[in-house]
Protein backbone atom coordinates (compact mmCIF):
# COMPACT_ATOMS: atom_id res chain seq x y z
CA UNK A 1 0.00 0.00 0.00
CA UNK A 2 1.27 3.28 -0.96
CA UNK A 3 0.63 6.24 1.85
CA UNK A 4 2.94 7.75 3.88
CA UNK A 5 2.94 7.42 8.30
CA UNK A 6 3.39 11.04 10.21
CA UNK A 7 4.97 11.54 13.61
CA UNK A 8 6.14 13.86 15.73
CA UNK A 9 2.42 15.81 17.05
CA UNK A 10 2.24 16.41 20.32
CA UNK A 11 1.21 19.33 22.66
CA UNK A 12 3.01 22.05 23.15
CA UNK A 13 3.03 25.90 24.55
CA UNK A 14 2.86 28.95 22.80
CA UNK A 15 6.32 29.54 21.39
CA UNK A 16 8.01 25.84 21.52
CA UNK A 17 8.66 23.69 18.86
CA UNK A 18 7.99 20.26 16.97
CA UNK A 19 9.30 18.54 14.19
CA UNK A 20 7.14 16.36 12.33
CA UNK A 21 8.27 13.38 9.93
CA UNK A 22 6.27 12.04 6.85
CA UNK A 23 7.45 8.67 5.66
CA UNK A 24 6.65 7.14 2.96
CA UNK A 25 5.93 3.68 3.15
CA UNK A 26 5.88 1.32 -0.88
CA UNK A 27 7.18 3.99 -2.72
CA UNK A 28 10.18 6.27 -2.66
CA UNK A 29 10.25 9.92 -2.80
CA UNK A 30 12.46 10.43 -6.34
CA UNK A 31 10.60 11.97 -8.54
CA UNK A 32 8.24 13.51 -6.04
CA UNK A 33 6.62 16.98 -4.60
CA UNK A 34 5.53 16.29 -1.19
CA UNK A 35 3.43 18.70 0.64
CA UNK A 36 2.21 18.87 4.35
CA UNK A 37 -0.84 20.22 4.96
CA UNK A 38 -3.51 20.58 8.14
CA UNK A 39 -6.75 21.18 9.06
CA UNK A 40 -8.83 21.24 12.17
CA UNK A 41 -12.50 20.27 11.94
CA UNK A 42 -15.11 22.11 10.15
CA UNK A 43 -12.45 24.31 8.02
CA UNK A 44 -10.56 23.31 4.92
CA UNK A 45 -7.35 21.52 4.26
CA UNK A 46 -4.63 23.94 4.15
CA UNK A 47 -1.49 23.46 2.63
CA UNK A 48 1.18 24.81 4.72
CA UNK A 49 4.26 23.92 2.89
CA UNK A 50 6.20 21.80 0.37
CA UNK A 51 9.38 20.60 -0.97
CA UNK A 52 10.25 19.17 -4.43
CA UNK A 53 12.43 16.33 -4.77
CA UNK A 54 13.08 17.05 -8.42
CA UNK A 55 14.97 20.48 -7.99
CA UNK A 56 14.67 20.96 -4.33
CA UNK A 57 12.03 23.89 -3.97
CA UNK A 58 10.18 24.65 -1.63
CA UNK A 59 7.26 26.99 -0.54
CA UNK A 60 5.73 28.00 2.42
CA UNK A 61 2.33 29.25 3.30
CA UNK A 62 2.39 32.88 4.28
CA UNK A 63 1.16 32.32 7.87
CA UNK A 64 4.30 30.06 8.25
CA UNK A 65 7.34 31.43 6.86
CA UNK A 66 10.56 31.98 8.95
CA UNK A 67 8.37 30.05 11.23
CA UNK A 68 8.94 26.57 9.97
CA UNK A 69 10.98 24.56 7.66
CA UNK A 70 10.49 21.85 5.34
CA UNK A 71 13.42 19.41 4.70
CA UNK A 72 14.23 15.96 2.90
CA UNK A 73 15.90 13.13 3.70
CA UNK A 74 16.55 11.05 0.43
CA UNK A 75 18.36 8.13 2.22
CA UNK A 76 15.58 7.68 4.98
CA UNK A 77 12.95 8.33 2.73
CA UNK A 78 11.66 11.32 4.90
CA UNK A 79 10.18 14.47 5.05
CA UNK A 80 10.39 16.77 7.65
CA UNK A 81 8.44 19.83 9.11
CA UNK A 82 10.42 21.66 11.74
CA UNK A 83 8.03 23.77 13.60
CA UNK A 84 9.50 26.62 15.60
CA UNK A 85 7.51 29.85 17.33
CA UNK A 86 4.18 27.30 17.49
CA UNK A 87 1.33 29.45 17.65
CA UNK A 88 -2.25 28.40 19.12
CA UNK A 89 -3.74 28.94 15.63
CA UNK A 90 -1.16 26.82 14.75
CA UNK A 91 -3.41 23.84 16.09
CA UNK A 92 -4.42 21.53 13.82
CA UNK A 93 -4.29 17.57 11.95
CA UNK A 94 -1.09 17.63 9.88
CA UNK A 95 -1.01 15.26 7.50
CA UNK A 96 1.50 14.91 4.24
CA UNK A 97 1.13 13.66 1.00
CA UNK A 98 2.55 13.54 -2.94
CA UNK A 99 2.25 15.59 -6.25
CA UNK A 100 3.98 14.31 -9.00
CA UNK A 101 7.96 15.98 -9.54
CA UNK A 102 6.67 19.79 -8.64
CA UNK A 103 4.54 21.07 -6.05
CA UNK A 104 0.98 22.04 -6.80
CA UNK A 105 -1.19 24.61 -5.41
CA UNK A 106 -4.18 22.34 -5.76
CA UNK A 107 -4.58 20.52 -2.61
CA UNK A 108 -6.90 18.05 -4.34
CA UNK A 109 -4.04 16.55 -7.05
CA UNK A 110 -2.11 15.28 -3.95
CA UNK A 111 -1.73 11.43 -3.92
CA UNK A 112 -0.93 8.84 -0.52
CA UNK A 113 -2.06 10.77 2.38
CA UNK A 114 -1.39 9.62 5.76
CA UNK A 115 -3.32 9.34 8.87
CA UNK A 116 -1.83 12.85 10.25
CA UNK A 117 -0.66 13.64 13.47
CA UNK A 118 -2.47 15.88 15.67
CA UNK A 119 -0.28 19.07 16.90
CA UNK A 120 -1.92 21.27 20.13
CA UNK A 121 -0.48 25.11 20.97
CA UNK A 122 -1.66 25.80 24.17
CA UNK A 123 -0.55 27.21 27.34
Not at 46 to 51: G, K, L, P
Amino acid sequence: QLQFVESGGGLVQPGGSLRLSCVASGFTLDHYAIGWFRQDPGKEREAVSCISSTDGTTNYADSVKGRFTISIDSAKNTVYLQMNNLKPEDTALYSCAAHGYYCSIYVVSYNYWGQGTQVTVSS
